[in-house]
């Protein structure tokens, strides 16, 4: 299977809701609401066996230190920047057309260089 990860800067607030186990706040950001439509609204991204739309999602931060010819969504050149992350983790089959809707999450992504990760795993079955 293919796996993508998509890494979605959000306000503390929304994370801290999120880590609660509020699952509304899912809603109340708007790049991560957007990569969430994408995966919920797809036939192949988010497609594990007779489930759809499936995701998960990691919590953390993220640090990165602009450089001088970087135009950065937040912070500034050559200053340490720390951002809330959450990391929306889903799959595909192999071999599966993701490239529409990679476009889609990187268009709707606030950053210079969106950090999207695509792989490949190997999934346990029964």
């Not at 994370?15 to 899912?26: D, K, N, S, V």
């Not at 609204?41 to 995701?55: D, K, N, T």
């Amino acid at each position: 299977m293919q796996v993508v990860r998509v890494h979605c800067p959000v306000s503390g607030n929304v994370l801290a809701r999120l880590q609660a186990g509020e699952a509304a706040a899912l809603a109340d950001d708007p790049v991560l609401a957007a990569v969430v439509d994408v995966i919920r609204g797809s036939e192949v991204l988010g497609a594990v066996g007779p489930y759809r739309g499936v995701f998960e999602l990691g919590f953390g931060l993220e640090s990165f230190v602009p450089g001088t010819d970087a135009v950065p969504a937040t912070g500034r050149a050559g200053a340490a920047e720390v951002v809330a992350t959450v990391v929306v983790k889903s799959y595909a089959a192999a071999g599966a057309d993701i490239g529409a809707e990679l476009a889609a999450i990187v268009a709707v992504h606030p950053w210079e260089v969106p950090v999207a990760e695509v792989g490949v795993v190997e999934m346990v079955g029964r």
